[in-house]
């Protein structure tokens, strides 16, 4: 069963910070990757940044050089370090992750948190 649980959003004025968090709790599954997303113009979830288990990176271009994503593998915790945040940011910010069973390779599921709403005012 996998579970993950966010945390550290809110208000904040546009030039701004905030910190997401994201709890991952496991058992029987491996992590190849994590990510956060968020809810576009058109409710559609769209990918704000990933981190591999090699910690390789991929980010939106929308919040490249604004947004860091890292990862604690000991403690199965996600980061999202947000700077210079802007009104266009705010949205519903959701946690995920890629697992595999065991130590198998494929399949690979993806789980979500229930999401955490982040709200930048101008």
Known sequence: QVQL???GGGLVQAGGS???SCAASLS???????????????NQ????????????????H???GR???SRDGAKNTL?????????EDTSVYYC???VVKGATVTPTYQYWGQGTQVTVSS
């Open 5 to 7: 649980g966010e945390s």
């Open 28 to 42: 029987g599954f491996s992590i190849n990757a994590m990510g956060w997303y968020r809810r576009g113009p058109e």
């Open 45 to 60: 979830r769209e990918l704000v940044a990933q981190i591999t288990s090699r910690g390789i990176t991929n980010y939106a």
């Open 79 to 87: 980061y999202l370090q947000m700077n210079s945040l802007k009104p």
């Open 67 to 69: 947004f860091t994503i």
């Open 62 to 64: 929308s919040v490249e």
């Open 96 to 98: 995920s992750a890629w």
């Open 18 to 20: 905030l910190r997401l």
